[in-house]
């Protein structure tokens, strides 16, 4: 558990973060979003002792991070990828890290094949790619089998493949109970990752509130429906504050109904049904209005 506690930080006469309140609970990805300059990596530096607050309190496991006995498997971190010297391989530098944390050597190979990297352990980190480097961070911030994870923007440079698999891996920590805390500048990013989201802007907590609720109030309400049987669908669906159209073949888009009685309707009549979405494409405009919002009542300069 995280507790954000009453945060603020001042550089100079600039305020960054702003009375800052929250907690990121275990079990479960939480995703931490606000524009560039929100406050994100500074919040998250503070969270890993990296930077002081100005005002408030930061604990992890109810305490500050540097005052736990063993901080690598209290919490790991990765907030910048390329902090690995170009001159080491990927396993020296893990196995120096193991060494100085005082952690068993085979936390090396453990994480090395958690991120995909095992081919790569021998090959000098001066010559991986942004995304290889990105894998090479999470394997660092996961060497101590950390109770909590805290990750900046750990999708940047990564291909396709990679976010899938990084969407997995979040996911996987959290099923293990952990506390897993990501950030991100994108909203589409984050409704395929988190059950929980916390949003900022200008420092300060837009919301903080589950993935499903954030959806329901910004979404637009229509459920994607694929089928193979489209037109027996349409009939099945349609009727008081219902509405069906079909912009392409076999897709249906729905309004008035929610994904499981949409789902139930179907089962129930035994028509197939390959695909049943709420559609999302309004979830980023309403995450920048949402922020946008937000910058614009703060009073200049903050
Ligand atoms: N050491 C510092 N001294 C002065 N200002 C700083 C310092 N670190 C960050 N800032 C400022 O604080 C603001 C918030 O920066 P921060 O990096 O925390 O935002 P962010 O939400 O992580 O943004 P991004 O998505 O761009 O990384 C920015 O305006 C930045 O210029």
């Known amino acids: 558990m995280i507790d954000v506690l009453d945060v603020t930080k001042r550089y100079g006469r ?71 010297h170009p001159g080491r391989t990927a396993e020296a530098h893990l196995r120096a890290l193991a060494a100085a ?5 085979r936390r090396v190979d453990d994480v090395l094949a958690m991120v995909g990297l095992q081919s790569a352990a021998g090959t000098r980190v001066g010559t991986f790619s942004l995304g290889m ?16 994870v805290l990750l900046d923007e750990p999708v940047n440079g990564l291909d396709p493949d990679g976010v899938r698999w990084l969407r997995e891996l979040l996911r996987g920590l959290a099923a293990e109970g952990r506390t897993v805390l990501v950030s991100s500048h994108l909203m589409s990013e984050m409704t395929l990752t988190a059950d929980h989201l916390v949003i900022i802007g200008a420092g300060r907590l837009i919301a903080d509130e589950p993935l499903e609720a954030f959806v329901r109030r910004a979404g637009d309400g229509v459920v994607e429906v694929r089928s193979p ?13 219902v509405t069906v159209s079909a912009s392409r073949p076999g897709v249906l888009e729905v309004a008035g109904l929610d994904v499981e009685t949409i789902a139930a309707r179907a089962a129930g009549a035994g028509v197939p049904v390959h695909g049943l979405t709420p559609r999302t494409a309004s979830l980023e405009e309403a995450f920048m209005e949402l922020t946008r919002t937000a910058s614009e009542y703060r009073s200049v300069p903050r």
């Open 101 to 105: 944390g005082s952690l068993p050597r």
């Open 133 to 148: 480097r990105q894998r090479l961070g999470i394997a660092t911030a996961l060497l101590g089998d950390p109770a909590a």
């Open 229 to 241: 049987d489209a037109a027996a669908l349409r009939n099945l669906l349609l009727g008081p504050g």
């Open 14 to 84: 600039t305020t960054v973060v702003d009375g800052l309140r929250f907690t990121v609970e275990p079990g479960r990805v939480t995703g931490f979003l606000g524009p560039n300059g929100a406050g994100k990596s500074t919040t998250m530096r503070m969270i890993g002792g990296l930077d002081a607050p100005t005002a408030g309190r930061v604990t992890v496991a109810g305490r500050a991070y540097a005052e736990h006995d063993a901080p690598l498997r209290t919490l790991g971190m990765l907030l910048e990828a390329g902090a690995a």
